[in-house]
């Protein structure tokens, strides 16, 4: 009997891509995909997760329950534990990969339930998405700057690394979602409002930290809101709402130079004081701490 194959980075790589082994890490991997860089044919269970973004081209992929097309212009993320395998790959295709861990991911966030929020994978839906010209690009550039940082393993490029991923995540998760929403008419009432709070959230946290803020807008209670998005979510609204603010801190505190009072002014806080106390509620960190990882 044919024994199933389980496999980290690390033995991934040393498998399929031994030549390439001595430039990659243990915890994130860029890899150009075409007819002669191509995942198994065989099918394998991954231990990480995969960013694919198809550039040109199409080749087929099994991933879980589901059979689809990495094709030209489309961005796939297919989640950790799932198996694998792909047809042989035809001579047009090309495509960019990101293998990476989520505890490196973890790393470089302080809120990891920011963290598995954007690694939530609707795991009904085919993981894949097409893209528009704009997206492409952008996804293009955010792909080339981790192959640039992987390759040089300069001092900070793994922060730099982690802050170009999120960037994909935080991009593909609105994609993701709006693509389900026009796909499928079935999808029920309590995703829509899901869906529609989370823009609401992404657009107005600055200035609407209270549910009921959000709920009003809707024409909706405040309770059926928070029930819509912990029946998808499995976390409240209000979370919601915090873990926006606190990705949008993390990010200005240990990316940018703004002052302490500048970010707290900027998320209408009361005070700096009042900042730090949420800060370190919800992180166990005080907003210098994140200065210190600089």
């Not at 399929?16 to 007819?35: N, R």
């Not at 861990?101 to 809120?111: E, M, R, T, V």
């Not at 490029?157 to 993701?176: D, K, S, T, V």
Request: proline share 4%.
């Amino acid at each position: 009997m044919k024994t199933e194959k389980h496999f980290s980075i690390k033995n991934f790589m040393a498998s399929y891509y031994p030549s390439d082994l001595s430039k990659k890490g243990d915890e994130i991997v860029f890899l150009s995909l075409d007819e002669n860089h191509t995942f198994p044919e065989e099918r394998v269970q991954i231990h990480f997760y995969m960013i694919i973004a198809g550039l040109k081209g199409r080749c087929k992929i099994k991933a879980g329950s589901h059979e689809f097309l990495i094709k030209a212009n489309s961005i796939s993320i297919i989640p950790a534990a799932t198996w694998i395998s792909m047809e042989k790959t035809p001579e047009a295709f090309q495509a960019q990969a990101i293998l990476f861990d989520q505890d490196f991911l973890k790393k470089g966030l302080a809120n990891h339930e920011i963290l598995n929020d954007l690694l939530f994978i609707n795991p009904h839906y085919p993981p894949t998405f097409p893209l528009k010209r704009k997206q492409v690009a952008d996804f293009v550039y955010q792909f080339g700057k981790i192959a640039e940082e992987v390759s040089r393993q300069a001092p900070f490029g793994m922060e730099m690394i982690r802050l170009y991923l999120l960037q994909i995540l935080y991009e593909y998760n609105p994609i993701c979602e709006i693509c389900l929403l026009n796909s499928d008419t079935t999808i029920n009432r309590k995703f829509q409002i899901m869906h529609r709070f989370r823009k609401l959230v992404d657009e107005q946290f600055k200035t609407h930290k209270m549910v009921a803020d959000y709920a009003q807008q809707m024409h909706i209670s405040p309770k059926y809101l928070s029930e819509c998005v912990v029946e998808h979510l499995g976390y409240s609204a209000l979370k919601v709402i915090q873990n926006r603010i606190l990705q949008e801190a993390e990010i200005s505190l240990s990316y940018t130079d703004r002052s302490i009072k500048e970010i707290s002014n900027e998320l209408n806080f009361g005070s700096p004081a009042h900042f730090a106390r949420f800060i370190q509620l919800h992180t166990g960190k005080t907003p210098t701490d994140f200065r210190k990882k600089q």
